[in-house]
């Protein structure tokens, strides 16, 4: 079995202890993200595999906390665990994810570049599943840079 998809079924198998509202809309952002993820990964010339685990644990400490107080600090410390308990990841691809998912939140900051790629994925989740919705201000700049890389029509 791929690490992905052992990966993904210890998250199925943590979100389906929630509610079945959250659950729906917990799995359809983690999968999403993770799906952006790995297409920037692949354009960008990253490890499409560590893009797509770290965004399948990216929100996984609100989810299960039910709060999104220093969610991707905490987020990040759960990923450690969760990765050294599932025992698919090296030292440093730990640290690669932890470090993506300790930042993802920091929309107006600049880090690494698979850092960046989660933000970046987070922001594609957030601003195309309901176009109907304002983009963030935090993400603003971010996702115009986006809708420029990828050659998209920016809409205001």
Known sequence: MSRLKTLREFVDNELSLLADDKRTSA?????????????????RGLDEELA???????????????????????????????LEELAITSAEET?????AIYHHDDKLVIDSPMDELLKDAD??????????????????????????????????
Do not use: N, W
Request: hydrophobic residues 40%; contains cysteine.
């Open 52 to 82: 797509a685990m770290a965004a399948m644990l990216h929100d996984m400490h609100a989810y299960k906390s039910g709060s999104y107080d220093d969610h991707a600090h905490l987020g990040a410390e759960l990923a450690r665990k969760i």
């Open 27 to 43: 799995t359809a952002h983690l999968y999403g993200v993770s799906l952006a993820a790995t297409i920037l990964a692949k354009k």
């Open 123 to 156: 922001v594609i989740d957030h601003c195309f599943k309901d176009s109907s919705k304002p983009v963030k201000e935090k993400a603003q700049k971010r996702y115009e840079a986006l809708c420029g890389e990828l050659g998209l029509h920016l809409t205001v």
């Open 95 to 99: 640290d690669i994810i932890c470090s």
